[in-house]
């Protein structure tokens, strides 16, 4: 069949081919979010966990194994006063994005192509700085030196940043001395919707989780913030003697009672692993009887709020 426009075809044909050549060889940018700027935390999630801290015995949501929770259980909250080297010690990486304080991000360029290949970043809480590389580059050995903040690289899968991290020193998962170790690897999943960052991230830790664990955190974009400084003297603030270590022998914790007494929670569903975290486990647990009201920390959504464990007088 004879073309009717000849001419037409002969003009379309070199745009398409233009376009699909833009497509192939261009630089894909086009789907990557920028994540650089001030952000500020918002407690959306774990409010009460990550402002005030959580309870002590409250291994709720966590799905740990013996070893962890043998060593939770050993924990005793004046070691942060007495232990001198934990005064100013900074959040391992993986905590460090659930802790206090706003974050900055800034893009690092390539001299040779100006293209981002690495995002460094600064936690106003310890002064913490993190490095992740989108260079392509490996992880280096196990027996590489750890650090806090870890070893990160990232890839792009669409408009979503997927991290990888390891190397981090051993640290906390939660603050009431669950523990974690220099075998953690911590996987994030970054996407920006407009003002708001949330950070989906996966923690594998075989010496003290049974499984992974899985947590989120929002942030909003905050121009304005700075991220600042945070000073901190080591000092010893309670007489002890030489090399002391506050801890509890097994079976010897009086506090990890309260917490369940508290909230008339049954005691095993608050020592945490992977049973007690589907709902299947309320059917062993049986006939519940949850309190019929709130006693400790019933609007607790901000800073403020949570300051005080105990609702105002009238709402008691």
Not at 65 to 88: K, P, T
């Amino acid at each position: 069949m004879r073309c009717i426009n000849p001419c037409r075809s002969r003009t379309v044909s070199p745009l398409i081919l233009l376009l699909l050549l833009m497509i192939l060889t261009g630089n894909p940018v086009f789907a990557q979010a920028d994540f650089s700027g001030q952000w500020a935390p918002l407690y959306h999630e774990d409010t009460i966990e990550r402002l005030p801290g959580p309870e002590l015995g409250d291994y709720t949501g966590l799905p740990l194994n013996e070893a962890g929770r043998m060593r939770a259980d050993s924990w005793d909250a004046d070691r942060i006063s007495v232990v001198q080297e934990y005064q100013c010690r900074p959040h391992v990486g993986h905590y460090a994005l659930r802790g206090l304080g706003p974050m900055r991000i800034w893009n690092e360029y390539d001299p040779a192509t100006q293209r981002v290949s690495a995002y460094r970043m600064y936690w106003a809480a310890y002064e913490s700085q993190r490095t992740i590389y989108l260079d392509g580059r490996p992880h280096p050995p196990d027996y590489v030196a750890h650090t806090f903040q870890g070893f990160s690289t990232g890839v792009w899968e669409g408009n979503m940043l997927t991290i990888t991290t390891t190397h981090f020193k051993p640290g906390y998962t939660r603050r009431n001395g669950v523990p974690s170790s220099a075998k953690a690897k911590l996987t994030e999943h970054w996407v920006r919707h407009g003002d708001y960052l949330t950070i989906t991230s996966v923690l594998e830790d075989p010496a003290f989780l049974a499984e992974p664990l899985v947590r989120s955190q929002n942030w909003f974009f905050d121009p304005g913030q700075r991220a600042g400084l945070f000073p901190c003297e080591y000092l010893p603030e309670v007489p002890q003697p030489q090399g002391a270590v506050p801890h509890h022998l097994p079976d010897t914790n009086p506090h990890l009672k309260e917490f369940p007494g508290w909230y008339a929670l049954p005691f095993e569903a608050t020592r945490g692993g992977p049973e007690t975290l589907y709902p299947e486990y309320r059917l062993k647990l049986g006939k519940y009887t949850p309190l019929l009201r709130c006693e400790r920390f019933c609007d607790c959504m901000s800073f403020a709020d949570c300051l005080s464990p105990f609702p105002p007088r009238g709402q008691r």
